[in-house]
């Protein structure tokens, strides 16, 4: 059964930083699109950040360009994502999902096919 399980979430003040892994059972991350999301209450999903798997070229949100990293570690099989400089506008549950071959642009969430269950970031005044 494939599943992704989210960590490294929390609470944390803004201008710290947070790195959440999100460990991939069944198939190889290097082989699919890992992306993460995330959705704060009465706000739409925003995909966040994504890695291909084919050529692991890299995709960020304007609003965490420059602020958030995706990084993958293949013998671990878990993609993380850093997340520096945090405001108060990160808060929000993270989900990471994947997907073999992307068919719309990487921040289309409907075309995943297996998603975490979430973790929560909470970031503090």
């Known amino acids: 059964e494939v599943q992704l399980v989210e960590s490294g979430g929390g609470l944390v003040q803004a201008g710290g930083s947070l790195r959440l892994s999100c460990e991939v059972f069944v198939f190889n991350v290097d082989s699919n699109t890992i992306t993460w999301f995330r959705q704060a209450p009465g706000k739409k999903r925003e995909g966040v950040s994504s890695i291909s798997g084919r050529d692991g070229d890299t995709y960020y949100a304007d609003s965490v360009q420059g602020r958030f990293s995706i990084s993958r570690d293949s013998a671990r099989n878990v993609v993380y994502l850093q997340m520096n400089n945090l405001k108060r506008d990160d808060t929000a549950r993270y989900y990471c999902?994947?997907?073999?071959?992307?068919?719309?642009?990487?921040?289309?969430?409907?075309?995943?096919?297996?998603w975490g269950q979430g973790i929560q970031v909470t970031v503090s005044s």
């Open positions: 999902a994947a997907v073999s071959t992307l068919g719309l642009s990487w921040y289309e969430g409907m075309q995943y096919d297996y």
